[in-house]
Structures are given as structure tokens and as C-alpha cells.
């Protein structure tokens, strides 16, 4: 199947070609062609934008646009789908996501799991559930070699010697059955000291640090349980561990923007003035009902702060 994004920016009309990777410049009658290309004859596109363009501008964009498609550019099919060895593959697990703690020492406001319990009981995973996940993963990932665990929550630091455990289990079998284990770890960062950055720095070869950005946005959304904010506490220890951390293992700290900081680029401007190298502001995801919930009228501000990261 053929497909192609179209997306106008800095008064640039970009088209991607999905499958193939090309990216094309156009001009607005090449671009708005586009929209009828595949489903209407040329005659039926020259009806169609005749009160807005030249003719023989129509006719040009048209060729321009058949020729791109002739030469393997545009609208370009998915032919990996097709191929014998994707077809015939055995599914196999690649990656576990192992909630260790269902439990949080934060309250966030937006949290998709329920300040860390996900409405269930708070509690935290025992050694023997994350051995049993660990060879499931190996069992049941046929002949790939490299493999990924992330230790989740909840915080999952509030099992950090699970934690240790877990890691120190699945070293112990990975060379017997020919894989690499890469552990990762997402925290919030409140129970970061120096044994723990240390243990992570060495044996995460990723982690994801929890912050929203400027110190009221960061404070309004993820509040301590005592309603006091967690910007003074956790940035510190943050930066301790990616001062300590080497170039060749991978981090970067992870915001969530809402509607109460729309401008959530000066964030992002935030993080880099802090010295963070690696960051990622998403878009919040919640019912319309709650009041930092992103609404549909909120779009045109949050394209313009993505143009504004450019």
C-alpha cells in the first residue's frame, strides 16, 4: 500500500513519501494536486482546480507529479510486507516492560496509572514474577539476540533490590541462550542517591528521568504526597546522574505537556539551559473532562510550538 504525509511549515509545502523515505518540496499547485491525484482522472483534476490555477500550471504539477511516481518517489509500495522472510517470520517477543512497583512516592495529576497503583492495590513485584517474565522473554524469543527489559511503574526504585536482582539474573543466563539483555529504567528521581545513580549509570543502558520543565509547570503537575513540588528534589539528582553518566549510554529526560503550559517549547529551552543534551515533551493524554486535558482548539497553538523547536 502506497502513502504520503503532506504537512505545510514555514511556508514550505513538505510531502514524505512514507514507504520510500523521500521528502519533496512543492509548490501550491503540485500540492494541492496531490489531494486528487489517485482518485481522479487529469481531466477531472483540471475541472476541479481551474478557478484557482493557470492551466498549463495544472498540466506541469501533474506531470511533475507522475514523473516522481514513475522514477520510485512518490507513492512508493510497501513491498517489505511482501517479502518471503517477513511473511514466513515466527513471531517472537522482544521486549518486556516489567511494572515492578505498583506504587509511587509522587501524585502526579495527569498519571495514567493512578498515582502508581493503577486502582488496584499498592504493591510491589516479587523476584521470582520478574524471574519468571525474564525467561519467558528468553523462551519465547526465538533467534533474536538482542533483547530489552524496562523496569516500570509506579517508581519502580521503591524495588530497587528487585530491581538488582532481576538484572543480576538476567546476566547470569543471557550468554547460555546467545542474547544481550539492554535494561532501562524510568524514574521520577525522588529516591536518586549516590549508590543508586552509580547502580544505574553502570547497568541501565538507558534511562528516562520524569520532569515537565520550568519549576511552576513541573511543581502544578507532579506534586510530592504532601502537596509540596518535586522540582527541588529530583533536578538535583538528576543532574548529578547525567553528569556522571558516560557519552556512550543513553538517557533523556521526559516531559508531558498539558493545557496548562501550551508554551510548552520555553520547557524544552529549559531543559537545554539546564544542560540536558536529550529530551522528549509529549503531548498529555487524558479525558476532555479534566481541566489540563489538550482539546481540539488547542492544536494551532501546539503546531506553532513544534515550528518554534525547529
Known sequence: MS????????GYNI???VNGGAVHVLDDVAYDLLDFYKEKSKEEILEILKSKYQEEKINEAYEEILNLEKEGLLYTEDTYQYHPSF?????VVKALCLNVAHDCNLKCKYC???QGDFGGEKELMSFEVGKAAIDYLIANSGSRKNLEIDFFGGEPLMNFEVVKQLVDY????EKDYNKNIRFTITTNGVLLNDEIIDYINENMH???LSLDGRKEVNDNMRPTLNDKGS???TLPRFKKLVEKRSKDKYYYIRGTFTRDNLDFSKDVMHFADLGFKLTSVEPVVGDESNPYALREEDLPKIFEEYENLL
Request: glycine letters at 4%; aromatic letters at 10%; hydrophobic letters at 50%.
Open 3 to 10: 502513502m504520503i504525509h503532506k504537512f505545510s511549515m514555514n
Open 15 to 17: 510531502v514524505l513519501d
Open 87 to 91: 511473511v514466513h517470520r515466527e513471531p
Open 112 to 114: 495514567f496509572a493512578a
Open 170 to 173: 538476567g546476566r547470569s543466563v
Open 206 to 208: 538507558n534511562v528516562v
Open 231 to 233: 522540582y527541588d528534589i
